[in-house]
């Protein structure tokens, strides 16, 4: 591994994209605690097992919840908070990796157009997931 330029000081690519790593880390594990404890506030303590739950809470899709033999949930999820809190934690997941990985592409690569060629592949891969995960909580929300 080769050592790593110093960055400039002030604002700049590096300081944002570290900044957001960090921020993204703790909205991940946040959103994960809001709709954990919006699973156990509409009922899931009572009327569900453990991994019925964590897919309440990671996934808040209402096919998952429908499959899990509890009544007349399909309701609650059919707001727009679960469809923008899951898009969020996908948003913020995705957004996170990719930036790990354009870390671990600056990090190993010393051909300056090979970091640019994987860094654009690295750019659509991104948009193409985001507007994939989009549809997916658009289209199992309503």
Known sequence: MRARYAPNRGI????????????????IVLLALVGLGSAMYMGARLQMDLPTVLRWTFLPIPNHVINSNIPNIVPGWANSFWVVMQFLIIFFAFTHAANGLRMIIEDYLTNPRWQNVLRVILVIVW???VYGAFKVVIAAAY
């Open 12 to 27: 700049n690519l590096d300081y944002i994209m570290w900044l957001f790593t960090r921020i993204s880390g703790i909205s």
């Open 127 to 129: 948009i193409v997931m």
